[in-house]
């Protein structure tokens, strides 16, 4: 099967198996036990975080590990509004875009608490205007919150240009960047966001494990759970043989990634040239600022889901839109700006490449797509001409 689901997951990396068996049958101690046997643990653990840090060009001190992006970004935004609450802040700002275990959140906690939140929205390119997050500041805010790259569309936010905003107003700034880790450089963001949360199953790496980096000018309070884990923030025993193998497979990943980058940009390009060449009914969104590892389609005359499971009996994997989404009828609001109407949105999908992708995978979906689309022309085709007939 040709996979282009990447955004969603990928297979663990060779490296990556390798290491999460050795260290699971070698190193299996509680790393916060006082024995030897938790010593060793915690040395591998610690080693771990110095090469999570090293990629993100920070300290090891700033890396707290968890069980992945939903809990890196539900720990992220908790830990530094209780930090605010303690100052009387109680103002939110976050976007309309962002990931659906942020989002949601966000909705619940507006609703159920004292804090208030301002949901921004994008323009006609996906992106949040600076002009917007401005006014949107008020005396009491104590934390913005937006992702780098979006996972349907790909669409990049200007976080950088967000931070020296944010900064000028000492108002701590979280960014999701699992979507953009092991993908695009990320480290040029560390002195413009306050904090930032990855996942390892998206750089090929075990599900089950993510990492939230904190700047170290943040004063943090402990987990209202009682625990010595991840520097008092976190309850539950640390995944070490989950942790040991996300940083080896962030460590390969990254290592190449100029080049990798440089791949997924050729087969990107090739990919949104091919469907137009070809004539194929699916309209690629592209913008200027984009990320080359997602490019999100609409087609012209079916829906998404069912498109989807006729790419899958082709041997080709893709999706109706975020995984973390699947099973919901809502459009996606990151693709509102690329529609005229709701209906468009239901003939989302998206495709995800990685740098295993190659130009043969590309040329074979292209033909597969006008296959499909064409065989569902031809029976609406037939089925007027009865009806009608």
């Known amino acids: 099967m040709i996979y282009c689901d990447y955004a969603a997951t990928s297979p663990m990396s060779e490296m990556a198996l390798n290491v999460y068996q050795e260290v699971a049958r070698e190193y299996f101690g509680n790393a916060s036990s006082l024995h030897d046997v938790g010593g060793k643990a915690k040395d591998i653990l610690e080693s771990s975080r110095s090469m999570i840090a090293e990629l993100l060009d ?10 992945g992006g939903t809990e890196s970004n539900l720990l992220a935004v908790d ?7 303690l100052h009387g802040k109680k103002h939110v700002i976050t976007s309309e875009v962002e990931h659906s275990s942020l ?13 208030e939140v301002t949901f921004l929205s994008v323009d006609q390119n996906g992106q949040i205007r600076l002009s917007d997050l401005e006014k949107s500041i008020q005396h009491n805010t104590c934390l913005v919150s937006v992702q780098h790259v979006n996972g349907e569309t790909g669409v990049i936010q200007p976080i950088k240009e967000m931070g020296e905003l944010l900064q000028e107003r000492d ?4 960014s999701d960047i699992v979507q953009s880790f092991g993908k695009i450089d990320v480290k040029y963001l560390i002195p413009f966001v306050d904090c930032m949360t990855i996942s390892s199953h998206k750089v090929f790496g075990p599900k089950g494990v993510g990492a939230i980096y904190f700047s ?3 004063s943090l309070t402990s987990h209202p ?7 008092s923030l976190r309850p539950g025993t640390v995944n070490v043989p989950g942790i040991a193998a996300f940083a080896a497979a962030a460590s390969e990943t990254i290592t190449d990634l100029n080049t990798n980058q440089q791949h997924l940009q050729s087969i990107q390009d090739l990919f949104i040239h091919k469907l137009k060449a070809d004539e194929v009914p699916l309209r690629p969104i592209v913008t200027a600022n984009q990320c080359p590892s997602i490019v ?3 087609s012209d005359f079916v829906q998404g889901d069912y498109v989807m499971l006729e790419y899958n009996r082709h041997g080709i994997a893709i999706s109706p839109g975020s995984a973390c989404s699947i099973g919901t009828t809502e459009v996606p609001k990151s693709i509102l700006p690329f529609i005229t109407n709701l209906e468009e949105g239901k003939r989302f999908i998206r495709f995800s490449f990685s740098h295993h992708t190659t130009e043969r995978d590309i040329y074979q979906i292209v033909e597969a797509s006008g296959v499909i689309y064409n065989r569902i022309k031809e029976e609406r085709q037939g089925y007027d001409e009865k009806v009608n007939g």
């Open 58 to 67: 920070t300290e090891a001190r700033q890396i707290v590990f968890t069980s």
């Open 216 to 218: 170290k000018k943040l």
């Open 296 to 298: 999100g389609c609409v």
């Open 79 to 85: 830990t530094l509004i209780r930090a605010s609450r």
């Open 103 to 115: 989002y949601y959140f966000m909705k619940e906690l507006a609703r159920q608490s004292d804090i």
């Open 225 to 231: 759970v009682s625990t010595n884990h991840e520097h």
């Open 171 to 174: 108002i701590p700034f979280h």
